[in-house]
């Protein structure tokens, strides 16, 4: 039995449905055949688009994909009367039959690869009537011939419109698609759209040769984001024998902050680039101190967005990127989406507060962890913790200032912890239990360093005062205190901000499927309260934590 012609990835540990499936009753004609052919060329999509992508010789300009023995010796026969046999090449997609010396002087593909690539490079494709290739084969453009009796027998001499109908009878008529996150019957055009952003992913992974920097309880989550479409995510410890057997030249996913900087210094002695990998903005149900796994990362070739210093992806996209209409709609109905529900990097908020202050100013001064890479990067020399609540306070003389700590400083595993009495003394509160979100909603306005509540914030309509500088300075919609780079020109608004923030720059992955997924799925599964972790270990993460406060605080000589 054949595979469907579209199909999912088999992301590394996802449970992968069909997508293409057998229709109940008969669909209704509602898809645009002719935009959807368009919509496959342009995707890129159907067969195994995500398998390797071999380079051929130039002078083989014929693919011949057989489906036994006869039909190989056949196609042989038919390109040595046509003298094109030193044009010839053979893709065997499964051993399922023994050919001997016949296959001699031929170049042969085995086993899988994106069909795409070889309908780029070749003229004509010759395959068994019945491959549902010899359709995706004829939309790229290609010449076909089929061998042997099958549902594409004639397709071969179909013009344009007859095309149109073929794939109209094979994609769209008796069948219909299923949304793997929902469960529920899509479009044809949405089955593509889902299956182009899975090819963007996995194309955009295909040079990483290795990841380093992951901790074990990591892996998992993070391998179906940074699969190349062939092979394991290779997992290497930080050491120099592990770098050794990488060829100069390689790309190796990082996550910087993990490894030493001895082996940072061997990878840049040895020229290989790097994918900067970092927690996404969209992060989990829980803390990542706690070892709870990131459901989203960014990975940028560039730099990391949180370090001023040099461009980043997300810079270079808020720069330069023209946002169409569609996704600046679809940045307000994520919008709306995290403020009805209250997420936030870390969870989903509760129920509304009341101001303790009464009629005066509300001001919230987030914490952070003192040594974290975006506060030594961008914390624009502002002081730590202390430094920000000192400033704060000096600027907001009259205002009810509610200082939160950041929550890996407050369950005893990160740096940045003000002593009580100076946060009591520079703050009308200190904040622990509440959920930032709720607090967001509550105040009218917020000082940060550079931390990801002040982008939050800006999601929520809320003004904002920089003291150093955020991925989110710089662009019109903050009071910037902090050294902004010259390179960040354009005026943004609040929807071309998340485009690009929420929609266009991390990954996602789903935490119910494990496939990667739009920001959408992870914000409904969030708030459904679905979540991937690993019990035991955030158990004793936790406890570890409460172990270290008590030291902190004083309770144990």
């Not at 904040?431 to 979100?437: C, E, H, L, M, N």
Request: contains cysteine.
């Amino acid at each position: 039995m054949r595979e469907p012609l579209l199909r999912i990835p088999p992301f590394p540990g996802a449970r992968v449905p069909a997508l293409m499936v057998p229709a109940r009753t008969a669909p209704e004609r509602g898809e645009d055949i002719g935009a959807c052919m368009a919509a496959l060329r342009e995707a890129r999509v159907g067969g195994t688009f995500w398998a390797a992508r071999p380079a051929i010789d130039a002078a083989r300009t014929i693919v011949a994909r057989p489906a036994s023995a006869a039909q190989a010796r056949a196609m042989i026969a038919a390109a040595r009367a046509e003298g094109c046999r030193d044009r010839l090449l053979f893709w065997l997609p499964r051993r399922i039959f023994r050919l001997g010396s016949e296959l001699r002087g031929f170049p042969v593909i085995h086993g899988n690869c994106d069909p795409w690539a070889l309908i780029d490079q070749v003229e004509r494709i010759w395959l068994d009537a019945g491959d549902p290739l010899a359709l995706l084969a004829r939309i790229g453009g290609r010449q076909v011939r089929t061998w042997g009796d099958g549902v594409f027998a004639g397709l071969a001499e179909a013009g344009e419109d007859k095309l149109t109908a073929w794939v109209a009878s094979f994609l769209v008529d008796g069948v219909c698609y299923r949304d793997p996150f929902s469960g529920q019957d899509i479009g044809l055009s949405a089955a593509i759209d889902l299956l182009e952003y899975w090819r963007r992913l996995i194309d955009a992974n295909r040079p990483i040769a290795a990841a380093a920097g992951f901790a074990r309880w990591k892996r998992a989550t993070v391998a179906p984001l940074l699969w190349n479409g062939t092979d394991p995510v290779r997992f290497i410890s930080p050491g120099e024998p592990a770098l050794s057997s990488l060829p100069t030249g390689s790309v190796l996913a990082l996550w910087k902050s993990k490894v030493p900087d001895a082996f940072l210094s061997a990878v840049a002695e040895k020229e290989i680039a790097v994918r900067e990998v970092e927690d996404g903005f969209i992060r989990s149900s829980g803390l990542g101190a706690n070892c709870v796994p990131p459901l989203s990362i960014t990975v940028d070739r560039l730099g990391v967005h949180f370090d001023p210093a040099r461009a980043s992806e997300l810079e270079t996209l808020l720069e330069t990127a023209t946002f169409p209409a569609e996704l600046l709609d679809r940045a307000d109905r994520l919008r709306q989406m995290i403020r009805a529900t209250g997420l936030s990097k870390y969870d989903v908020g509760g129920d509304a507060m009341d101001r303790p202050g009464g009629d005066r100013r509300h001001v919230l001064v987030p914490g952070q962890v003192e040594d974290d890479r975006s506060v030594l990067s961008g914390g624009g020399g502002v002081g730590g913790n202390l430094g920000l609540l000192r400033r704060a306070r000096e600027m907001e003389p009259d205002a009810f200032i509610l200082y939160k700590p950041h929550p890996d400083v407050e369950a005893g595993h990160r740096k940045g912890r003000i002593p009580e009495g100076e946060a009591e003394r520079l703050a009308d509160m200190v904040v622990r239990d509440a959920p930032i979100s709720a607090l967001l909603d509550m105040v009218d306005a917020v000082h940060v360093m550079t931390s990801l509540a002040g982008f939050e914030a800006l999601v929520r309509g809320k003004p904002v005062v920089a003291h150093g500088v955020p991925f989110y300075a710089g662009w019109g919609l903050t009071t910037d205190l902090g050294p902004v780079p010259p390179r960040r020109t354009r005026r943004r608004n609040v929807l071309e901000l998340i485009a690009a923030v929420l929609l266009l720059y991390p990954r996602y992955l789903d935490p119910a499927t494990r496939l990667p997924c739009p920001p959408e799925i992870l914000v409904e599964r969030l708030v459904a309260g679905v979540r991937r972790q690993n019990g035991a270990v955030v158990a004793f993460r936790r406890l570890q934590g409460n172990f270290m406060r008590l030291i902190m605080r004083g309770g144990i000589a």
